[in-house]
């Protein structure tokens, strides 16, 4: 018994240092959201690459996958556009202040506020900051409650 919750424990630990296993993120400069697992389907939402997205489940061809979006909504998107391979943020508020470091005492950046669905690369944390790039490679920081991470 002692062994059994020890494997799981580890298996569990395994699975928080990388990351959720259903996270991913637009790979692409834009990508077309759909209402179903196809092109034939309306597009909802061209979005751009950072995007994170959760995702909830496959299409029988395994081509598409089913997205839920910071906003709650499921829709689809081709597995090609997505990757798992680093995390993703959006601004999930109105906008946001982007500062040069980690904290209300450094200054916004040149591009800061970021407005309401503007995804960022995440490229490490100190705290509750997080250090993220856009996808013109504009780096910043900005807190943890303003974003929804993947």
């Known amino acids: 018994m002692k062994n059994i919750i020890l494997g799981v424990t580890l298996i569990l630990s395994v699975l928080m240092m990388c990351g959720s296993v259903n996270a991913l993120c637009v790979k692409v400069s834009r990508a077309n959201i759909r209402s179903g697992p196809g092109t034939e389907y309306t597009a909802v939402w061209e979005v751009y690459k950072y995007m994170p997205f959760e ?17 709650g909504d499921i829709n ?12 993703c943020a959006v601004v999930k508020e109105a906008q946001v202040n982007v500062r040069t470091g ?26 509750e900051w997080i250090k ?3 996808e013109s490679n504009k780096i910043g920081w ?4 303003f974003l929804w991470i993947k």
């Open 55 to 71: 995702k909830v489940g496959t299409s029988v061809s395994g081509s598409w996958y089913s997205v839920k979006d910071v906003d």
């Open 142 to 145: 900005i807190h943890k409650d």
């Open 76 to 87: 689809w998107a081709h597995k090609n556009l997505l990757t798992n391979a680093f995390q």
């Open 132 to 134: 993220v790039k856009d």
């Open 102 to 127: 980690p904290g209300t005492n450094y200054k916004e950046t040149a591009s800061s506020p970021a407005l309401q669905y503007y995804s960022f690369r995440v490229l490490t944390k100190n705290g």
